[in-house]
Antibody, heavy 121, light 113 residues
Framework: EVQLVESGGGLVKPGGSLRLSCAAS????????MTWVRQAPGKGLEWVGR??????????DYAAPVKGRFTISRDDSKATLYLQMNSLKTEDTAVYYC????????????WGQGTLVTVSS | DIVMTQSPDSLAVSLGERATINCKSG????????????LAWYQQRPGQPPKLLIY???TRESGVSDRFSGSGSGTHFTLTISSLQAEDVAVYHC?????????FGQGTRLEIK
């Protein structure tokens, strides 16, 4: 059974940092393109960024609002995805979901339960 | 960026009736390379993460009820629920994965009339 379990959310002040983790199981993590998607309270879904599998280059892509502030990484030996968030802004407040991409990172076939990040003074 | 626009924003349908949700993309998401539409639909029940329903515009994910179907091509797509059940109350999202940034529609809230 595929499982994605996020952790690391919480309350942080504007300008602060936070690192989210996503522990994966039930599939070959190293072969998967992984993505972070967020959802602000009462709002729609927003793609944050993705990381390709190492066999496909291991490169990352980011949404414009987070580029230069957020970094996605992976540890295939631990089957874990990370999202390092720096210089946080109040508009980064959201539930952050870890997702697995379909073939070549297309649609998202599995989602974690999400972790809430609140940026407030 | 490809803008995805859903209509309506909310919808109330009687149990057993058909529900139709539309999604329009700002540019075509049909690939001339493989003739696939890079369009997915998700269901998000209250307090839950999204769940994949449909990908490649019309392929139903394994385990999804056959009451759900997707259609359309190019820039106009439709999600149809053939006979509404109580458990279908949710927000439905369309998503294009043709190019990055991957983008979603604003969501359509489906309720029981």
């Amino acid at each position: 059974e595929v499982q994605l379990v996020e952790s690391g959310g919480g309350l942080v002040k504007p300008g602060g940092s936070l690192r989210l983790s996503c522990a994966a199981s039930g599939f070959t993590f190293s072969n998967a393109w992984m993505t972070w998607v967020r959802q602000a309270p009462g709002k729609g879904l927003e793609w944050v960024g993705r990381i390709k599998s190492k066999r496909d280059g291991g490169t990352t892509d980011y949404a414009a609002p987070v580029k230069g502030r957020f970094t996605i990484s992976r540890d295939d030996s631990k089957a874990t995805l990370y999202l390092q968030m720096n210089s946080l802004k109040t508009e980064d407040t959201a539930v952050y979901y870890c997702t697995r991409g379909g073939p070549e990172g297309t649609y998202f076939d599995y989602w974690g339960q999400g972790t809430l990040v609140t940026v407030s003074s | 960026d490809i803008v995805m626009t859903q209509s309506p924003d909310s919808l109330a349908v009687s149990l057993g009736e058909r529900a139709t949700i539309n999604c329009k993309s700002g540019q075509s998401v049909l690939s001339s390379y493989n003739n696939n539409n890079y369009l997915a639909w998700y269901q998000q029940r209250p307090g839950q993460p999204p769940k994949l329903l449909i990908y490649w515009a019309s392929t139903r994910e394994s385990g999804v009820s056959d009451r759900f179907s997707g259609s359309g091509s190019g820039t106009h797509f439709t999600l149809t629920i053939s006979s509404l059940q109580a458990e279908d109350v949710a927000v439905y999202h369309c998503q294009q994965y043709y190019t990055t940034p991957i983008t979603f529609g604003q969501g359509t809230r489906l309720e029981i009339k």
